[in-house]
């Protein structure tokens, strides 16, 4: 039986679909089968995150409507054979599918994966209700930005209030150096603020844009601190104990090269 | 590093996460109350009209209602001003009063 966990935010542009991609892709990476669904009917975005967007035949309202079979509309992964991506259709808007359909979708899938995640559109209207309706989880995408908090709460009591069990935060593009010097909510304070548990914390990275320019999950890149911090996430998913990443302002270039001689100064 | 966030002016109540920390406490439960400032406005003359039974002197338009968030429930918290009359005779704002009237 598949976990079918759906990543959802409220606010568009925090990074649902970056994440999804990520976690997918770790998971995978730990041998899971895994099944990435687009909810985001009209707008798709997973497929050229995922680099398979030459590849798509079918789509969801395609295997809706009868017209493919899951199977058909399933495109495997170009690294990965055991994680599949089911495409959004972009022709369509999201009345093309509702709520039955999806926990229908999710039922035919269960015994093929292990985690199916689902890519919620943002907002809080009956695409958002869609990807949430087969969710036996939900994850909440904010950045540490009042807009994009307040947006979460709106979906927090969203999800509360349709009994999926308490949603897990992930708090998205922190900026270490500006949350030491005040001008960044930090990762305690949006915490409390939205009083959920966090299941992960990703700092700014410039590797995301590359990754998603060439179409490659930023978990592939060792040199990516998000690809790592998404990983940790994967790791969790799967029940691991992975202590939070420390967001204390990361050292800068001249504390770098000089960070050592400036440490042991301070001591003496 | 205090003296120096001082010098620059960088206290910590002025620090701009410190400030969306407080409007954001005060928006998310303004959100989930739906409390509109018509009907907050008749909150304090129906508190005032309550209270007044009980207590003289109040003034509707010193009440003060706050919606404040906490860790598992929100509040509402009503600060309502009991005016001392007659007055307790001779601060500076009545006297500043009294001059005036007298010319």
Not at chain 1, 14 to 27: P, W
Not at chain 1, 241 to 265: A, H, I, T, Y
Not at chain 2, 4 to 26: H, I, M, P, W
Request: net charge negative; aromatic share 4%; proline share 5%.
């Amino acid at each position: 039986m598949a976990r079918v966990i759906t990543v959802t935010s409220g606010k568009g542009g925090v990074g649902k679909t970056t994440t999804t991609a990520n976690l997918g892709t770790a998971l995978a990476r730990y041998g899971a089968r895994v099944a990435l669904i687009d909810a985001d009917i009209g707008l798709r975005n997973l497929d050229v995150v995922m680099g398979l967007e030459n590849r798509i035949v079918y789509d969801l309202v395609d295997v809706i409507e009868g017209r493919a079979r899951v199977r058909q509309a399933l495109i495997k992964d170009k690294r990965l054979p055991e994680m599949y991506l089911m495409p959004a259709a972009q022709t369509r808007d999201k009345d093309a599918v509702n709520a039955e359909d999806m926990i229908a979708l999710a039922n035919e899938m269960h015994t093929d994966f292990d985690y199916i995640l689902i890519d919620s559109p943002a907002g809080i209207e009956s695409g958002f209700r869609n990807a949430i309706a087969c969710a036996n989880e939900v994850l909440i995408v904010t950045t540490p930005e009042v807009p994009s908090v307040r947006d979460a709460d709106r979906v927090v009591g969203l999800v509360e209030a349709s009994e999926k069990g308490p949603p897990r935060l992930i708090i998205n593009r922190i900026k270490p150096r500006l949350v030491s010097r005040g001008e960044m909510l930090s990762v305690d304070e949006v915490v409390e603020i939205l009083a959920i548990e966090p299941i992960g914390v990703v700092p700014e990275d410039e590797v995301i844009l590359s990754s998603t320019n060439r179409g490659e999950a930023a978990v592939f890149n060792a040199q990516s601190i998000a690809g790592r911090a998404f990983d940790d996430i994967a790791r969790r998913l799967r029940g691991e104990e992975v202590p939070f990443m420390d967001m204390s302002e990361q050292p800068g270039v001249l504390e770098r090269w000089f960070g050592g001689l400036f440490r042991r100064r301070a001591k003496a | 590093m205090g003296f120096l966030d001082n010098l620059f002016g960088n206290n910590k109540r002025d620090r701009s996460a410190q400030v969306a920390k407080e409007r954001l406490l005060t928006v998310l439960v303004h959100d989930r109350v739906k409390l509109t400032p018509d009907m907050l406005e008749q909150l304090k003359i129906e508190l005032s009209e309550v209270i007044a039974r009980y207590v003289p002197n109040v003034n509707p338009s010193e009440i003060d209602v706050s919606l404040l968030r906490g860790d598992s429930s929100d509040h509402l918290k009503a600060d309502v001003p009991l005016r001392r009359t007659p007055p307790t005779g001779g601060n500076e704002s009545d006297r500043a009063s009294a001059r005036f009237d007298s010319r």
